[in-house]
């Protein structure tokens, strides 16, 4: 694996990224929120949020980065505050 800046660089899974919640808020596909879990296609750039009982609860676009958000237009905060480091307010 290479290095960046020193460090060992982290090598993340395809399907980890970011959506806008139902709130208008940036989640992680990986930690959605209580009870619920993502089903993520990367080819079309989609996100599922479904429910403890497999009902898709909320449909949206997949991100891989915060970078890619603020590209499409969107500018949010992260539903996690120690993500919303060096994020646009």
Not at 15 to 23: K, R
Not at 37 to 49: G, L, R
Not at 63 to 68: A, G, H, N
Not at 82 to 89: F, I
Request: charged share 15%; with cysteine; hydrophobic share 40%.
């Amino acid at each position: 694996m290479e290095e960046a800046c020193g460090a060992q660089a982290v090598v993340l899974p395809a399907d980890h990224g970011y959506f806008v919640d139902w709130n208008g808020d940036a989640r992680l596909t990986a930690a959605p929120g209580d009870g619920f879990s993502c089903q993520v296609n990367v080819e079309t750039a989609h996100v599922d949020v479904v429910d403890s009982e497999g009902f898709v609860v909320h449909e949206c676009s997949f991100f891989r980065t915060f970078e890619s958000m603020n590209s499409a237009g969107i500018n949010c905060w992260a539903n996690n505050p120690a993500l919303n480091k060096g994020m646009n307010a």
